[in-house]
Each structure stands twice: as C-alpha cells, then as structure tokens.
C-alpha cells in the first residue's frame, strides 16, 4: 500500500503508473464478525457498543469481476447503517451478505464470515474490470452507494426501483471503510477538487439520500416558497437538507436539540429555528404511548409564530418513531411528508384521522438513483452545497467514530482516514477553495 499511497502523493503519476502498480493481497479494512452476531444480546441498543464489534485488520482483496473497480480509499465517513451493522440492529446484515451470494458466482464473493462495512469513499482508481470504459486508473473520484443489476425492467426509470438495488457497505460486501474498497464502476463520480480528501468522502451518502427526499420529484419535490420543516438540522441528513431548501428558495424551519446546534443553522442561513430542549416538546408519554394531540397543537403554533400564520408544506422526516405523530400533525393541508431512516425506531404511530381528512401525503425515500447522486455531487463540485464534515478520526478508531454518531455526540458528519496520512491534502483547485473556505469549515471542531 506504500507504494500506491507514493503514487497518489506525488502528484505527477500517469494513469499508466497506476496501472502498472501491484495490488497487495491483502489490504487494512474495518469489518464485523459473522461469529459475534450475538454478543450484545440482551442489551438495549444505546448500551450496544460499536467499539467491541467493529475490528481493523488485513482481510483478502477480492477477485476483481465485469463492470467493477478497485478504488485506493484516501478517506471515508461514518453513516448511521454502519451503527446497525455494528450493534446488529435491526437485523444482522449478514443475512444480506446471504442472500446476495446466491445470486451467482460473482456475487458469491460477498458472501464472507466478515463483512467490510462503509458507504462512503474518495481516492484514487487503481484498476477496472472487464467493461469499465469511462474511469481509468488514476483517476481521482467520490462513490455514492447505490449497487444495482439492471438485469430487469424495474430499475429502468429509477435506478433505485431496481429490484436487486442494494446500499453498498451495507448490504454488499468490500465498503469504504478500509484502504482498498471495490465498487460497481457506475458508483464513481468525479472528486470535488477544491474539497480534502476527508472533506469529498464525507457528503456522499447522506448529500445524495438529502437530495432525492426533498429536492427530487421522486420525494418533496421541494419549490420555492415552500416551508420545510427539517429535524434534525445541523446534523449529517439534516445539514444538506437545511443547504437545499435555502439554495432553492424554500424557508427552513430547523428543529435542533441545543444552542449550539442552533447557531450552526444560523451560520447556513436559516431564520426560523425551534429549539426542542427550550420549548420541552413531550410528544411520548413516560408509558411508551403518545400523548394527547396538545403536545403537537403547541408544536404547530410555534411554527405558525415564526412563519407569520403558515404550515409546512414538506417535513423532512428521518428521526421516526419519536417525531412522525407530530410530524403528520403540523404539514399542511395537502403537504407532503418525506421520510427516511428512523433512527428513533422505525415502527411509527400517527392519528390517521389528520392524514386522511386533509389529503396529506406519506412518501418513502431511500438513498438516490443514478441521476439524483450525479446531480448531487455536481452541486458539492460546484460550490453550491457544502460538506459538513466536524471530526475527521482514524480507521483505527472507526470503533469510536461510529459510537459518536450512535450517541448522538457529534455535528454534521463525522470522517475518518485511511490511506490518508492526515487531513488537510488532496485539493487541486485552491482559488475555488478560497472562495468557499468558511462554509466549507462551519461544522469543524463542533
């Protein structure tokens, strides 16, 4: 790995010397053990530790298939589904790994006693399977995580409707978090080059699954004018959403847990901000049932005062269980409620009443297709949406990366190196940097 990381490095090395370049046997990864499924049974899921389940070690590189490409990973991120895969949570993602090897030979790879998680990366392309005509070794690029087969009619207007569409890093085998990651060739985009290396691994996942549930037509369909309500705001989902609704005219009304985290909202721009540990929402009574509708009342007030007497047209919605009663309650008339993730737990209750009587709308969202991630990182590229990257930490403290993130001790989105041997390198275009420095770094260090 020295030498591709020298190669990388010296800034002058052609296509031609990546390619001539030998791949190691083995390469430093973080992975989960099939054989520890079990080890946080009993335990509720914010005892459940990812620092005990996760390890870092060599693990085989993969036979290298059609339509595939190994990417040397300079630095990658920490997504919420790498917390499940971790804690085992929901369902053990080896049960994915399962039943994606039986689809063939080649997927047959994936189907391993580990699984190298990670659905975030940038780095530089080290070789290319069979059929790979668009990227070529050397080339220095960002992968989104979508992973699809095509081989049917479902998926041909939206990728995401494929019906073999999995998250890779999650439910495939070989993720980012490592310093060799193999991916579809279709996953790679571009590297924005006036961002780090950490800074251009860290958006993708969340910038993408951000854009296809407000912006999309496939989601929110977000236009301008229209009032967002964003839980969440100044975290890793919620600070791209809170970017998108100012960069398209709408009004963000962003729900944060503190001060702190309201002044990261006002450093983007938003105006109208709620505070839920000042007002004391109690949507959940202490049995486990929600309370009566006042608890909501009062919650739509607060966000009639700050829009002058308007509902929201779109919630963003990926806490879950513990906000989407409310949720439900506040949209509009007609509004529609785009939710993804629950990472409150994903069994929701609403009043179906206030749904149904006012013509409401539910809509899933999941990830991005092809077009949506492009257009994504596009903007990232242009300087029209930032990253909002806070700590960036080792592969060999993935452990505790990803215990921040399943404690909610952290702001944006948390990086972490790999073959990267600090942060800081990997920007080509310093004048457009220069331009952006202060949004670029608004969630550093908080």
Excluded at 218 to 224: L, P, S, T, V
Excluded at 232 to 240: M, R
Excluded at 264 to 277: D, K, P, Q, V, Y
Excluded at 402 to 429: F, I, R, T, Y
Aim: with cysteine; glycine share 10%; charged share 25%.
């Amino acid at each position: 790995m020295q030498n591709i990381l020298e190669a990388i490095q010296s800034g002058n090395a052609t296509s031609e010397d990546f390619a001539s370049l030998e791949l190691p046997e083995s390469y430093r990864a973080a992975f989960v053990k099939k054989d520890e499924v079990d080890m946080f049974e009993g335990l509720t899921a914010k005892e459940k530790d990812p620092r005990k389940s996760l390890h870092v070690d060599e693990v085989p590189l993969p036979e290298l298939g059609p339509g595939e490409a190994f990417v040397a990973v300079m630095a990658s991120a920490i997504n919420y589904n790498t917390v499940w895969t971790s804690i085992f949570e929901p369902v053990s993602t080896f049960g994915f790994l399962q039943r994606y090897g039986r689809n063939s030979e080649l997927t047959k790879r994936h189907d391993l006693p580990y699984h190298v998680v990670g659905s975030d990366l940038s780095g530089v392309v080290l070789k290319t399977g069979p059929g790979v005509t668009k990227w070529k070794p050397g080339d220095r690029v960002v992968a989104h995580c979508l992973s699809v087969e095509l081989e049917g009619p479902d998926g041909h207007n939206d990728t995401m409707l494929d019906t073999e569409q999995r998250i890779w890093g999650f439910e495939t085998n070989f993720g980012g978090l490592a310093d060799v990651a193999m991916v579809k060739a279709n996953q790679l985009m571009p590297k924005p080059e006036h961002l780090t290396w950490e800074e251009a691994a860290s958006p993708g996942l969340v910038n993408c699954t951000a854009y296809r549930q407000l912006v999309s037509k496939n989601g929110g369909d977000m236009k301008q004018g229209d009032n967002v309500l964003i839980w969440g705001a100044s975290g890793g989902l919620g600070g791209f959403a809170t970017q998108y609704a100012l960069n398209g005219g709408a009004t963000p009304v962003c729900v944060v847990s503190n001060e702190e985290k309201a002044a990261i909202a006002r450093s983007m721009g938003a105006e109208l901000i709620i505070n839920r540990s000042e007002e004391d929402y109690r949507f959940w009574n202490d049995e486990g049932t929600q309370q009566d509708p006042k608890e909501w009342k009062r919650f739509g007030a607060k966000i009639r005062e700050l829009t002058g007497g308007e509902d929201i047209d779109i919630v963003f919605e990926h806490p879950g269980r513990e906000t989407f009663g409310a949720s439900v309650f506040v949209t509009r008339k007609g509004g529609t409620i785009t939710t993804c993730a629950s990472t409150s737990g994903y069994m929701h209750e609403y009043d179906n009443r206030y749904l149904w009587m006012n013509l409401k709308r539910i809509i899933s969202s999941h990830f991005a297709n092809y077009r949506e991630s492009w257009e994504a990182n596009r903007l990232i590229a242009k300087g029209k949406i930032h990253p909002t990257l806070s700590r960036t930490y080792r592969l060999d403290e993935v452990g505790q990366a990803s215990l921040d993130v399943h404690q909610n001790a952290h702001q944006g989105k948390v990086g972490v190196l790999c073959l990267a041997p600090e942060e800081g390198l990997g920007v080509l275009d310093h004048e457009m940097r220069a331009q952006h420095e202060t949004a670029i770094n608004r969630f550093r260090g908080v």
